[in-house]
């Protein structure tokens, strides 16, 4: 009777042990995906502030001067600088210790500055001979 009571308590030993390994290891992968899936939103979020502001400077450069629109961007925390110059604005993203810019062509050129905190941005695009992108 008491061998039973043992091999019994063993195999429960042994099936609590495998099922800590096999939640290790899901508990792994998953941490991984949802590393990579955070840079995939943020790069979501700085393309998609990319396309509004592109999009607005188009459209105040075919419509001409003195047009002025407001837009509001959100940047993601991990956009370190903006570049606006040309006929591009880029935002330079960092992860993981490395940096990748992202940019966006519009058919006018473009001047201005914008901070690259990680908020919501109320930008002024204004037409003249160069668009101007700035904040409000």
Do not use: C
């Amino acid at each position: 009777m008491k061998n039973a009571k043992a091999q019994v308590a063993m195999e429960y030993i042994l099936i609590f042990g495998f099922s800590l390994i096999a939640i290790g290891i899901l508990w792994a992968l998953s941490s991984s995906n949802i590393e990579d899936t955070k840079w995939e939103l943020q790069v979501a979020y700085a393309k998609n502030a990319l396309d509004k502001m592109v999009k607005t400077a188009d459209i105040a450069y075919v419509q001409g001067s003195p047009t002025q629109i407001y837009i509001s961007v959100d940047f993601p925390e991990n956009v370190k600088r903006v570049y606006i110059q040309g006929n591009q604005i880029s935002l330079e993203l960092e992860w993981k210790g490395f940096l990748r810019n992202i940019s966006a062509s519009s058919v006018a050129n473009l001047t201005g500055y914008i901070s690259p905190a990680p908020r919501r941005h109320v930008l002024l695009v204004k037409a003249g001979n160069i668009i101007n992108i700035t904040e409000s």
